[in-house]
């Protein structure tokens, strides 16, 4: 019986982070266009995703999803996106789980605040490492303050005001431990 129940977790928790990781490809393969550039919308998947599952799931998520999303659209960044995207989601996933536990909004929001710093410092260095110009990276620094702002903040909106983690709690996450 104990054994069934451990597959049942261990089924649960594959299938709930490979459907949000093929959001996270899905939401990089297009942009929102804005004057100069494209806002892509997968840090959104990448923060409530981070929020929700354990750091493991979350790197799933952020870091190889992001990696398969470049892969497939555009690959010259899809290392940068690897590394960077699957520490910001660690470090949310971190801070969501195990730091100030009696406060989970709190906590949350101290996680994705510093995952945005994460990100933006990230993919600044990665555009000046890859395309060898600090420049470029210091033209993109606007689109990436933007989309890790618009992704942290509608991570939380939908993890806490439209009650997605109460929903995760009550039927997902006791399926499968941290």
């Known amino acids: 019986m104990q ?6 977790k261990t089924t649960v928790w594959l299938c ?3 459907m949000f990781m093929a959001l996270n490809v899905a939401m990089s393969s297009f ?4 004057p100069g550039g494209h806002l892509y919308m997968n840090d959104i998947v990448i923060c409530t ?5 354990d750091p493991f799931a979350a790197f799933m998520v952020g870091g190889v999803g992001a990696f398969l999303g470049d892969l497939f659209f555009y690959p010259l960044p899809m290392f940068v996106s690897l590394v960077t995207h699957g520490l910001q989601a660690v470090v949310i996933s971190v801070f969501s789980h195990y730091v100030l536990k009696k406060h989970p909004v709190l906590s949350s929001g101290i996680g994705v605040t510093i995952g945005a710093v994460i990100m933006v410092v990230g993919y600044s260095l990665g555009r ?3 395309y060898s110009t600090p420049e470029y990276a210091l033209l993109k620094l606007p689109y990436q ?4 702002a618009v992704g942290a903040v509608a991570g939380m909106l939908l ?5 997605i983690h109460q929903l995760f709690s009550n039927r997902l996450s006791k399926r499968f431990s941290y």
């Open 159 to 163: 993890c806490w005001k439209c009650r």
């Open 31 to 34: 942009g929102v266009p804005v």
């Open 128 to 130: 000046a490492f890859i």
């Open 145 to 148: 303050i933007l989309q890790a």
């Open 3 to 8: 054994e069934k129940n451990s597959k049942r």
């Open 49 to 53: 995703a981070a929020i929700l599952l």
């Open 16 to 18: 709930t982070t490979a």
